[in-house]
DNA sequence: AAAAAGTGCAACCGCTGGAGG
DNA sequence: CCCTCCAGCGGTTGCACTTTT
């Protein structure tokens, strides 16, 4: 069978451009798609005059340009997914990054890549290892948690979308996240139909939703954390021990997901340490503290 | 101040599978 | 079926930037 690159070593493709993209190209690639529609790629980067692969287009389009694509810092209840979803399904990022409104699997995976394996390797713990991810139930998703909470308290006058976008964007992230800010502000907002609502929560059994109507489908407990998020609406309880997944683009055919995460089989994990209380009370436990210090240099928001 | 090491992320690569002729 | 084209996925790389020495 002939592969991608094979299909574009014929005519035309002997002087293909590769590397960074430059502004010029950039908007080629908007202006054309905002007239014309994306796919067909190859085509497309032809007629639009872009000596590029089709390929190359598409995922610079997808990964960087799309409208409504998030830049920046991932927020803690994206963690929270992430770290959920990754623990069910392993590395599909693709999958996972359906659940996350405006997030790339390319982002999904260099975040897995970049702050979750470094953590693992702090541990020396298999990143892919059941221990692993009994740590981070443990440990790391219960001070997400954390951040969740205090970012909901902190932002209870504006919205959470605009306050984390905002605060919890480096310096660095700014200067990084994006080659032409100015022009994707400017370019992207013009002629896009607008992308499908969608909606993710976890309810009081710690449910995920990903509905335009999870709200009608459960009431909400009072001692319920709900959150704002775009176009998401994101309820957490405290416990986060049981995860269930439910997709319900189609209300009639809800496909249910168990993400139950074993968590009663914590003796397999070997810490010094037994909880987080304890944990958080560095003076008694110094390799817990450590453990606790390294994820907060992951979290640095 | 400069070099080395580390980090984060955009972009590329190879592969797979579906669609259509 | 077989072949080609294409879209999409996950793994990997290259490099700009930051931090450490």
Redesign the pocket.
């Known amino acids: ?5 094979d ?1 574009c070593k014929g005519e035309g493709f002997d002087q293909l451009k ?4 430059t502004l010029e190209e950039d908007n080629l690639l908007i202006h054309y798609i905002n007239c014309h529609g994306d ?5 497309l980067a032809k007629s639009a005059g872009l000596k590029r692969t ?3 287009c ?3 389009w997808l ?2 340009l799309k409208p409504d694509t998030k830049r920046g ?1 991932l927020t803690p209840q994206e963690q929270l997914v992430i770290l959920e979803l990754h623990s069910k399904w392993g ?5 996972i990054a359906q659940h996350l409104p405006g997030r790339t ?3 999904i ?3 897995w ?3 979750v394996q ?1 953590q693992a390797r702090h541990l020396k713990i298999d990143s892919n290892s059941k221990r692993f991810v009994e740590a981070l139930h443990r440990f790391w998703m219960p001070r997400l948690l954390e951040k969740v909470e205090q970012t909901s308290s902190l932002s209870s006058s504006s919205s959470l979308t605009n306050s984390t976008d905002s605060t919890l964007t480096t310096k ?2 700014q ?3 994006s ?1 032409h800010p100015q022009t994707e502000q400017t370019l992207l907002t013009s002629s896009c139909p607008p992308q499908p609502s969608h909606k993710e929560c976890i309810n009081s059994s710690s449910t995920v939703f990903a509905s335009n109507s999870c709200e009608k489908m459960l009431p909400q407990p009072p001692d319920q954390m709900s959150q704002l998020y775009g176009d998401s609406t994101i309820f957490y309880n405290s416990s986060f021990q049981n995860i269930n997944c439910y997709n319900t683009t189609n209300i009639n055919e809800l496909d249910m997901i168990d993400l139950a995460i074993g968590s009663d089989d914590m003796s397999t994990l070997n810490f010094q340490l037994a909880d987080n209380d304890r944990m958080r009370n560095g003076p008694n436990g110094d390799m817990a503290a450590d453990i606790y210090w390294n994820m907060d240099e992951l979290w640095k928001l």
Do not use: F, Q
Not at 1 to 5: D, E, F, S
Not at 18 to 21: E, L, S
Not at 91 to 95: D, E, F, G, L, V
């Open positions: 069978m002939k592969n991608w690159t299909s590769r590397g960074a993209w796919g067909r790629w190859n085509l089709g390929k190359s598409r995922l610079r990964n960087y810092n590395n599909r990022w693709s999958k699997d390319n982002e995976k260099n975040y890549r970049t702050r470094k660095t992230d200067n990084k996240s080659t």
